[in-house]
């Protein structure tokens, strides 16, 4: 079965470029798609993905308070947060807020496909990465 999953960010092209890259991973489906994060609690809730990966910037509501909610609604939810450098005091408030992983954009395209996986064979003790 496949693991599915919900993308969120602000960004079309950035949206394209992820459902691409998990498109070919044989063992993930894109369940839906959201651009902000008033939008990712709602399919969240309606779609019930096994993993959310998350853009950090988001219009409406930003992704620490999205993955808050999406992580108190649904506490078996796994969200991995995508920024564009490690800023240790907003991955801690990530981290604190439910957040499973965060990965540093650039190194996505290689790190993204292994960090689903982990995020949804376990608990978010499973280890956080940066």
Do not use: W
């Amino acid at each position: 079965m496949a693991i599915r999953i919900l993308l969120v960010d602000n960004s079309s092209s950035s949206l394209e470029k992820l459902r691409g890259q998990i498109d070919a991973q044989p063992d993930m489906e894109v369940v839906a798609e959201a651009g902000d994060g008033r939008s990712a609690v709602h399919l969240d809730g309606e779609m019930r993905p096994e993993v959310v990966v998350m853009g950090l910037l988001l219009p409406g509501k930003n992704a620490i308070e999205a993955t808050r909610e999406i992580c108190r609604n649904r506490p078996e939810a796994r969200v991995i947060i995508l920024g564009k450098y490690p800023d240790r005091f907003i991955i801690d408030q990530l981290i604190e807020a439910g957040a499973c992983r965060y990965l540093v954009k650039e190194s996505a395209d290689k790190d993204l496909p292994g960090a689903i996986r982990r995020a949804a064979a376990g608990p978010n003790d499973s280890g956080n990465s940066i």
